[in-house]
């Protein structure tokens, strides 16, 4: 199309297909992914017959899909959530010893009427006892039973090991982690009437189904070991893929902007925590059904680090990545190196050399884990399978936008805003002082701003404006004063919860979610208006798909402010779009949130001049649908354009307020900003 | 021996053990206060330093407790395992930065962090592989001279761990404080970027942050030999995790704050093992970084937790 033309419409750019795909070029796209779906599950189900049955190599696939569902376990933390958990073997061995403490012979209290009821339900006999007269209790916890128990007890102790620590940043929280994951299976290990200590406990039951149990027989392990992890596969991706999924990414990309935004971050990380541990509990659960026992030493460091090496090798936060590296690396360990450990000693006898002949691969297994570790960080961060899909290049017409004066009146843009200026205060902030050890950042300010007018706040740097935003947010706590949004009190909440009430803000210094669509973005600003939770995302009823549906619509309609700038582009990651583009979308996420009031920090900063006034029509023309506007700006034509009413901070006071005309000649502002010369010689020449 | 005996002998035992955990610490921390990066690896090559102490010294002539010097030799002697192993540790540290570390400086998030548990992996690994899995006799060419207070015993080579140890953090400290490199050091821990500009070589600073950590750290295990009169491949994972929690409780990236940190650590050690009992020791030790963590993440010492997350 020839130039100025703006199209709403994206046409999708055809790419060419890597080499890797030519050959199946001709299968629809759409196709592709099903059918490797369904060839994979033929593979796995048919794998035991034609592998000749042989029960070591079916044992070893069984615990390669364990461990495969660990890892999904740990990438929902670490890889979603960007919690880094550096003792996720903890959640193992709880499920492990709760599976096995309640089937082992380990506790035996005497049997008396008050067992008989869960003699009843099936979970515990009376045995003769070992030492003495008398029955004893065993416990006959049904393995089906213990899975969903024993994720939910590891589930538990997630959110009570989470509780105290999540808020710790980063590094501190892998130590802290660290820490529990060490401490759990010192504590089993010292337990030796719950445990049986070192030794381990023995008799744990195997599972049964209709009477039948499984014995030593691998292959039925084998298949409660696939459906596992195709469960979690299915949970994993369907979370990834919803408002929980949004609001985990969105934590992990920038916490801040995540709570400023509506999510809850202390909830949502403890969901990640609890969801995470439920995984490795109900492993446990498992593995040690298939094991017939279990011991401390299967559960300490060296484990939890053998799962992080899995989910950094396969892809942190790739769902079919993590997967396909707990298969390569279990594998590595129970069939290559072994053959590789023959084939060497194989060929040192054939050479005569006395080294090789002796050669054993075997145990250079973590060695072989610390070299991943080293290699994928320095040269393959993003993993085997990367988390994030290559994006298809736009066309010149999508790519070429122009300036679009006027603003926009096609657009309705329904539930934005919708504020008629009645003349009462939208935001009435008094005697708000901030004070940063010795520095008072804010003192005393008073700002009203009447529903449905543009503010702007000006001042030289440094004068506290972005700490008023601060303020009225929630990120700092402002220490004297009140802030009230259409009469509630905003001092004390949480940013979401402010967020939740109708104020939205952008970030003078951007703080996209950087991993994350420009959709996205969008998406997740909306958090707090969905109302799915995690079972509906997992299932994703009618409801579910509706709300997506309409929060997606409304992203787009949001986009179409700003012409053909973000709409061609909302698949793209964020980090490839053009500084003035991405300021546009930190706007555009915050209108998202279908806030009553906008705060705006510098948002026209970087663009040149007529990409300024493009901007400044457009947020008047957002202010003529009901939209209040707060705006902190420099340049004095915008805010002369746009504002009814202007404050002026300096060094934390507010120095002068009134109509845009007036502040511009009032003496101690010109003081301010230039100087007691510049004001001298102002004053002398008009 | 009396209440009294078993509590002074604890302390000498736990001064002794402090004074190990303090070299790794300070080393730890120099490398955190700077990078604000945890070194797992630190740990093991404090172990790596235990295994050149020996072969310099086995090298010696010295093996066990077999041969015992006195005077010059002995002090010749020591000198040069210190040295060597000092010397070696510490550019192995500097190897590790620049190899492992450098590339991903400057990168947000767990990368550095889980680089140095890969090389830790491989340090640990290495080290099992070619000398396997048994406790090694560390030669001890110290005489056994034993003092008695009331009924406890102190014996010469405590002494002059403690001795040692003090004259590495004396030395350290003043470098920090004084030397024109300290300063640059000082300097890029409170600011890497405005250090740049007023002309500090950044890279420089860093690596001689590396080296005398991994020296300390490598003087650290030549006093874990001649401690226990034993090294192993392990001793890195257990010591580190002493060490570490001692860095934290003084307040991780504080030089001072380890010191103490180290020492009480020590004494925790001690008087746990004595009063409570050995296997809960490491419970004991955890539980107390996780309560520092959580509750007062600064540590003793430590400023405000740095603000990477």
């Known amino acids: ?686 | 021996m009396t209440y009294t005996d078993l509590m002074v002998q604890q302390t000498i035992n736990g001064l002794s053990l402090g004074a190990m955990y303090s070299l790794l610490a300070l080393g730890f921390t120099l490398v955190y206060g700077i990078l604000e990066l945890i070194n797992f690896s630190h740990f093991n090559v404090f172990m790596i330093g235990s295994f050149v102490a020996m072969w310099t010294l086995q090298l010696f002539g010295l093996s066990g407790q077999d041969v015992i010097l006195t005077g010059l030799p002995l002090a010749g002697v020591l000198l040069v395992a210190f040295v060597v192993t000092m010397g070696f540790c510490g550019g192995l540290g500097v190897v590790i930065e620049r190899v492992t570390l450098r590339p991903l400086r400057g990168l947000s998030g767990p990368a550095a962090m889980i680089t140095s548990i890969g090389v830790s992996y491989i340090l640990f690994n290495l080290v099992l592989l070619t000398v396997g899995a048994d406790s090694k006799n560390f030669p001890n060419p110290l005489p056994t001279i034993r003092y008695n207070i009331g009924g406890a015993v102190l014996d010469v080579r405590v002494i002059l761990i403690w001795i040692v140890a003090f004259l590495l953090m004396l030395g350290l400290y003043f470098f920090v404080q004084r030397s024109r490199m300290g300063k640059a050091m000082r300097a890029t821990a409170q600011d890497a970027e405005a250090a740049r500009m007023m002309g500090v070589e950044v890279d420089k600073v860093i690596m001689m942050a590396f080296f005398l950590g991994s020296a300390l750290a490598g003087a650290g295990g030549l006093i874990f030999g001649l401690y226990y009169n034993f090294t192993s491949f392990i001793i890195g994972f257990t010591a580190g995790l002493r060490a570490f929690t001692a860095a934290v409780l003084g307040g991780i990236g504080n030089v001072p704050g380890a010191m103490v940190g180290g020492v009480l650590i020590g004494l925790i050690e001690a008087m746990g093992g004595q009063f409570i009992a050995t296997e809960w020791t490491d419970v004991i030790i955890f539980s107390i970084l996780v309560l520092v963590l959580v509750f007062k993440p600064s540590g003793l010492f430590g400023r405000v937790a740095p603000t990477k997350s």
């Open chain 1, 1 to 686: 199309m020839a130039n100025g033309a703006t199209t709403t419409t994206t046409t999708a750019a055809v790419a060419t297909p890597s080499l890797l795909m030519r050959p199946v070029a001709w299968i629809p796209e759409a196709r592709r992914r099903q059918l490797g779906i369904a060839l994979l599950i033929i593979a796995a189900v048919i794998f035991p017959f034609y592998i000749d049955s042989n029960d070591a190599d079916v044992d070893s696939m069984a615990n390669a899909a364990a461990y495969a569902t660990l890892a999904l376990g740990l990438n929902i933390v670490v890889g979603f959530a960007g919690l880094l958990d550096l003792g996720y073997a903890a959640f193992f061995a709880i499920g492990a010893y709760t599976y096995g403490v309640l089937t082992a012979y380990q506790l035996q209290p005497p049997w008396n009427s008050f067992w008989e009821v869960f003699h009843t339900l099936g979970l515990a006999a009376p045995v003769p006892a070992d030492i003495g007269d008398g029955m004893v209790v065993h416990f006959t916890l049904s393995f089906w039973l213990a899975l969903p128990l024993a994720g939910g007890l590891a589930a538990f102790f997630g959110i009570l090991f989470g509780f105290p620590t999540l808020r710790l940043r980063g590094d501190y929280l892998a130590i802290v982690t660290l820490g529990f994951g060490e401490i759990v299976p010192i504590v089993v290990r010292n337990w030796s009437d719950l445990t049986n200590g070192a030794a381990g406990l023995n008799g744990v039951a195997a599972p049964q189904l209709f009477g039948w149990s499984f014995g030593v027989n691998s292959v039925p392990y084998y298949y409660v070991a696939i459906i596992m992890v195709a469960f979690g596969i299915f949970f994993s991706i369907r979370l990834r893929d919803s408002r929980i999924g949004r609001a985990w990414m969105a934590i992990r990309d920038d916490e801040i902007a995540a709570g400023a935004m509506g999510v809850d971050r202390t909830k949502f990380k403890l969901l990640a925590f609890a969801i995470g541990a439920a995984f490795g509990g109900m492993t446990g659960v498992f593995y040690v059904a298939k094991l017939q026992t279990a011991t401390p030493e299967m559960f300490g460091f060296p484990v939890s680090v053998m799962i992080l090496v899995m989910v950094v090798f396969g892809g942190i936060g790739s769902v079919w990545g993590v997967v396909l590296g707990a298969f390569i690396l279990q594998l590595l360990q129970s069939w290559w190196l072994q053959d590789l450990t023959q084939w060497t000693q194989a060929f040192g006898k054939l050479v005569g050399s006395n080294v090789l002949a002796h050669a054993d691969f075997v145990q250079s297994i973590e060695l072989i884990f610390g070299l991943i570790l080293v290699f994928m960080m320095l040269f393959r961060r993003q993993g085997l399978i990367p988390a994030v899909r290559a994006q298809k290049a736009l066309s010149f017409d999508q790519q070429h936008a122009e300036v679009r004066r006027g603003g926009f009146s096609d657009l309705k843009l329904q539930g934005l805003g919708g504020d008629v200026r009645t003349g009462a205060a939208a935001l009435e902030i008094k005697g708000v002082t901030v004070r940063f050890g010795g520095l008072t950042a804010l003192n005393k300010v008073d700002i009203t701003v009447p529903t449905g007018s543009v503010v702007a706040v000006i001042g030289p740097n440094g004068s506290g404006k972005s700490t008023l935003f601060n303020a009225i947010t929630g990120l700092v706590e402002a220490e004297e004063g009140s802030i009230r949004f259409h009469g509630e009190e905003l001092i004390g909440l949480a940013p979401h919860e402010i967020l939740q009430k109708g104020v939205a803000r952008t970030f003078q210094n951007l703080r996209l979610f950087i991993n994350m669509s420009v959709l996205d973005n969008a998406l997740v600003s909306q958090h707090s208006r969905l109302k799915t939770g995690v079972f509906r995302a997992i299932f994703r009823p009618p409801s579910t798909r509706a709300e997506e549906k309409g929060a997606r619509e409304w992203a787009m309609e949001v986009f179409a402010i700003f012409g053909n700038r973000l709409v061609p582009r909302v698949e793209q990651l964020v980090t490839g779009l053009s500084y003035a583009n991405r300021r546009r979308i930190e706007i555009a996420r915050a209108l998202a949130s279908r806030p009553r009031i906008l705060l705006l920090d510098e948002p026209t900063a970087g663009m040149n001049p007529a990409e300024t006034l493009e901007l400044a029509e457009q947020i008047k023309s957002l202010n003529d649908l009901g939209l209040t506007v707060l705006l902190i700006e420099h340049k004095l034509d915008v805010v002369t354009r746009l504002a009814d009413t202007v404050y002026v901070l300096d060094h934390g006071d507010v120095i002068a307020a009134g109509k845009p005309d007036e502040v511009r000649k009032d003496e101690e502002v010109l003081r301010a900003y230039l100087g007691r010369n510049a004001q001298a010689a102002a004053a002398g020449v008009t």
